[in-house]
């Protein structure tokens, strides 16, 4: 089993529709999270992270985090053409000591 | 802004070539990594460094050795390239928060390499 799971979609949705991408990951002493966006031929930039349980918000982007069934989501509301790129959430803290445990990715699409 | 810069965007090397990947951060950050990406099986650490001549073994790190000379510098180094090192190479450093792990690392926009 991987440290984090994620579905590779891909997810195709209308413009302007709430996106919801999940994580599950299997180590609990993970204490940040962490979701990155990636745009083809691009590296992966930091969108939100955070600490422990609960909710993060920062403008369209929603994160939120329970550790209790260990479940990571970002939200994306009103959706734009601009967000299709490939979402890859993180974990790391704790027993992971200096490393960063990064899920595969889930490919979006958001057609205009 | 944290940037991260990888030397090439695009490389392309024969077998048996030692091949350097050079990557330089300007945000005086501890902790630098390097990543391969690869199509269904996401980020995997090659290696990583906490300090200046310092370096830790990731994941995969056979067939790899890396260099830390200057705290903004850490190269990658492939020491007789083969077909199966062809991938997306991607560094990223971060700062370190101690025992609760890594702030969140920033990454370059990577070198794809292609191992003839």
């Known amino acids: 089993q991987k440290e984090v799971e994620q579905d590779p979609g891909p997810l195709s949705v209308p413009e302007g529709a709430i996106v919801s991408l999940n994580c599950t990951y299997s180590?609990?002493?993970?204490?940040?999270f962490m979701w990155y966006r990636q745009y083809s031929r691009k590296g992966p930039e930091l969108l939100m992270y955070?600490?422990?349980?609960g909710n993060k918000e920062d403008g369209r982007f929603t994160a939120q985090v329970d550790k209790s069934s260990k479940y990571i989501s970002l939200f994306i509301r009103d959706s734009q053409p601009s967000d299709s790129a490939t979402y890859l959430c993180?974990?790391?803290?704790?027993?992971?000591?200096?490393?960063?445990?990064f899920g595969a990715g889930t490919r979006l699409f958001v057609k205009a | 802004d944290v940037k991260v810069t990888q030397s090439s965007r695009y490389l392309v090397k024969r077998t048996g070539e030692k091949v350097f990947l050079e990557c330089v951060q300007d945000?005086?950050?501890?902790?630098m990594f390097w990543y391969r990406q690869d199509p269904g099986l996401g980020l995997r650490l090659i290696y990583f460094?906490?300090?200046?001549?310092?370096?830790e073994k990731g994941d995969i790190p056979e067939g790899y050795s890396v260099s830390r000379e200057k705290k903004e510098r850490f190269s990658l180094i492939l020491e007789s390239a083969s077909t199966n090192q062809t991938s997306m190479y991607l560094c990223?450093?971060?700062?370190?928060?101690?025992?609760?792990?890594?702030?969140?690392?920033?990454f370059g926009d990577g070198t794809r390499l292609s191992i003839l």
């Open positions: 955070t600490y422990s349980s």
């Open positions: 993180a974990g790391t803290g704790g027993t992971g000591g200096f490393k960063t445990i």
């Open positions: 460094s906490y300090d200046v001549k310092m370096k």
């Open positions: 180590n609990s002493a993970f204490q940040y």
């Open positions: 990223a450093s971060s700062l370190s928060w101690g025992t609760a792990g890594n702030q969140p690392q920033h």
């Open positions: 945000m005086d950050h501890e902790n």
